[in-house]
């Protein structure tokens, strides 16, 4: 039986049943903000959150079908198409996102998978923003074996790639790449000694048993992601999801709970969709374990709040940026 007790004695696990992360969501919400609350505690500093900045490096035209995308092809969103950014443009915008707090800078492609030329012009901007002292991530689509080696040549620290949702409810969502395909990315960049980024969307319509199911496989990844990013669906204007009923907040927060529990080692992050969120919404969400944000005004081809409410919003609650001055002090 999963019981608070026996979720907060087990070890680090990359087994669980079906029915054991099922039980979870069906908990009092009560005991689960507290086993979630209580194994952060154990990993982290319940104050402090990680501080992530992203920039869309190339937008748009992208071959793929996610239905929740405003950058497919597929689907007419008005996002405007840009090309490969410059190194410069790039390195300009790390600095402005060091100089405002941001510890790691994540750099998106709208690509089905990187062509030669293209891995290696993002290889040089991998070493450029290291060289400003910046934690790098980038997402860049499907990866062989052989990119995933030569990113972590490049020093990458973290490769996204989320799974996006349950194996079964996937098929609705895309149909030009399967979730096999993304599992084998995942290896590439665990084997090349990448950290991973993985994690998915909550508000495409699924059920219940389907966020269980996203959370089992990300859990189930042994070792579990490092970061784990969990995106509230922004909805876009011409994409196939873009009236899908509205996430009720708690079960939102009930799925950073049992993210939290599953993965009590990792960063979950309150990914997309911060701007449709209530600050005592996301306050919550801190509470049931999120411990990293995207901060700055833009997602890749969406608003996210400004970067001046966000940290009132830490503020309020006594949170501070991890890595900061007070926060090194306190460990
Ligand atoms: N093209 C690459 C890929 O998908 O592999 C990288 C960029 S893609 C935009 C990265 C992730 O952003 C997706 O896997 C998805 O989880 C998330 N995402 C995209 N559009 C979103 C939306 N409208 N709302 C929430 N999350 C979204
Ligand atoms: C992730 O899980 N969320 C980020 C990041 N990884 C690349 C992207 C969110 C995109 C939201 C829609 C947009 O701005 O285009
Ligand atoms: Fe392309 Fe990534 Fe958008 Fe899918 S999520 S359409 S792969 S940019």
């Not at 070493?127 to 689509?141: D, I, N």
């Not at 040549?153 to 996937?170: K, V």
Request: charged share 25%; aromatic share 6%.
């Amino acid at each position: 039986m999963t019981t608070v007790s026996s979720v907060l004695e087990q070890p680090i696990r990359s087994d669980w049943s079906s029915e054991e992360v099922r039980t979870l969501f069906d908990w009092p919400f009560p005991d689960l903000i507290f086993a979630a609350q209580s194994l952060h505690r154990r990993h982290f500093d319940p104050a402090a959150v990680q501080i992530s900045t992203l920039l869309s490096i190339k937008t748009g035209g992208c071959p793929e079908d996610c239905a929740y995308c405003p950058q497919s092809v597929h689907f007419d969103t008005g996002v405007e198409r840009q090309k490969l950014m410059d190194l410069e443009t790039v390195l300009a915008a790390a600095r402005r996102a060091r100089e405002s707090g941001a510890t790691r800078f994540c750099m998106g492609a709208a690509w089905r998978t990187p062509r030669a030329r293209d891995l290696e012009r993002v290889g040089e901007m991998v070493r450029g923003v290291r060289e400003l002292g910046l934690e790098t991530c980038v997402t860049l689509g499907m990866l062989e074996a052989q990119q995933a080696d030569y990113l972590a040549e490049c020093g990458l620290d973290y490769y996204n790639h989320n799974l996006d949702t349950s194996p079964e409810y996937y098929r609705e969502i895309i149909s030009t790449r399967t979730y096999q395909d993304r599992l084998d990315t995942l290896a590439h960049v665990r084997e090349a000694g990448i950290k991973v980024c993985c994690g998915g969307i909550v508000g495409m319509g699924e059920g219940s048993a389907d966020r269980a199911e996203l959370l089992r496989a990300l859990a189930n990844l042994s070792p579990h992601p490092e970061s784990v990013p969990i995106n509230q669906l922004v909805r876009v204007e011409g994409t196939p999801l873009d009236a899908a009923e509205a996430v009720d907040p708690l079960d939102f927060v009930r799925v950073i709970a049992v993210a939290r529990i599953l993965m009590p080692r990792s960063h979950v992050r309150l990914s997309a969709g911060r701007t449709a969120m209530s600050s005592e919404m996301q306050a919550l969400c801190f509470l049931a374990g999120a411990n990293s944000i995207f901060y700055g005004e833009r997602l890749l081809t969406t608003p996210n709040p400004e970067g001046d409410s966000d940290l009132a919003l830490l503020g309020r609650l006594g949170m501070r940026p991890e890595g900061d001055a007070a926060e090194a002090a306190s460990r």
